[in-house]
């Protein structure tokens, strides 16, 4: 059974940068979408980026210029790195396992995505 | 466009059945995934692609899709079925990122 275990620093001061690492046990790790996703305190879920294990990424436009996701095949884990944090940044931080692909419906391509393993979170608070 | 619109709450007497929508371009060409949290819990995927249950899934559990939305149905709701809900795609333009609806709170009476 595949996990996910995170881990990284809980409390930043504004204009620093979060960092925080994802570890994959039980598992492969290629051929899948490795991602991140935060979740504001009272809010919904936000996408942040993705990785794969060859090291292709793919980011929230509206993060891009701040985030870096990063993987290490050796030690199956990957990484993100979000820098000049500001209170907004204020969130629970998870991982999670993507897969996707296509099905043909009616002679047209049809496509899915989905994240069936997630990490159990971390919180991270961003105060002066 | 890369945005997915749900309800903010829906709510459902128990044993009824709901249906939880989420509506966007992107599932004109993508299958919506659907996720249940529970405070202080991470997601839980309950059903991806066309219609399929993760393993541990209860069968009350089923998604459909027409056009550009994509519906979370629970057939005969149980208390423990109350949490947020979310359905979440690929954009279907530029770089295809993934986007999140904001949720839907369910409530079981």
């Known amino acids: 059974q595949v996990q996910l275990q995170q881990w990284g620093a809980g409390l930043l001061k504004p204009s620093e940068t979060l960092s925080l690492t994802c570890a994959v046990y039980?598992?492969?790790?290629?051929?899948?979408?490795w991602s991140w996703i935060r979740q504001p305190p009272g809010k919904g879920l936000e996408w942040i980026g993705e990785?794969?294990?060859?090291?292709?990424?793919n980011y929230n436009p509206s993060l891009k210029s701040r985030v870096t996701i990063s993987v290490d095949t050796s030690k199956n884990q990957f990484s993100l790195k979000l820098s000049s944090v500001t209170a907004a940044d204020t969130a629970v931080y998870y991982c999670?396992?993507?897969?996707?692909?296509?099905?043909?419906?009616?002679?047209?391509?049809?496509?899915?995505?989905?994240?069936?393993?997630w990490g159990k979170g971390t919180t991270v608070t961003v105060s002066s | 466009s890369s945005e997915l619109t749900q309800d903010p709450a829906v709510s459902v007497a128990l044993g009824q059945t709901v249906r939880i929508t989420c509506q966007g371009d992107?599932?004109?060409?993508?299958?919506a995934s659907w996720y249940q949290q529970k405070p202080g819990q991470a997601p839980v995927l309950v059903i991806y692609?066309?219609?399929n249950r993760p393993s541990g899934i209860p069968d009350r559990f089923s998604g459909s899709s027409s056009g550009n939305t994509a519906s979370l149905t629970i057939t005969g709701a149980q208390a423990e079925d109350e949490a947020d809900y979310y359905c979440?795609?690929?954009?279907?333009?530029?770089?295809?990122?993934?986007?999140f609806g904001g949720g839907t709170k369910l409530t079981v009476l």
């Open positions: 992107s599932l004109r060409s993508y299958y």
């Open positions: 999670a396992r993507g897969r996707s692909g296509r099905v043909v419906v009616t002679a047209f391509y049809y496509y899915y995505y989905y994240m069936d393993v």
């Open positions: 692609g066309k219609n």
């Open positions: 990785i794969n294990h060859s090291g292709s990424t």
């Open positions: 979440n795609s690929r954009d279907s333009s530029g770089n295809h990122p993934l986007v």
């Open positions: 039980g598992g492969s790790f290629s051929g899948y979408y």
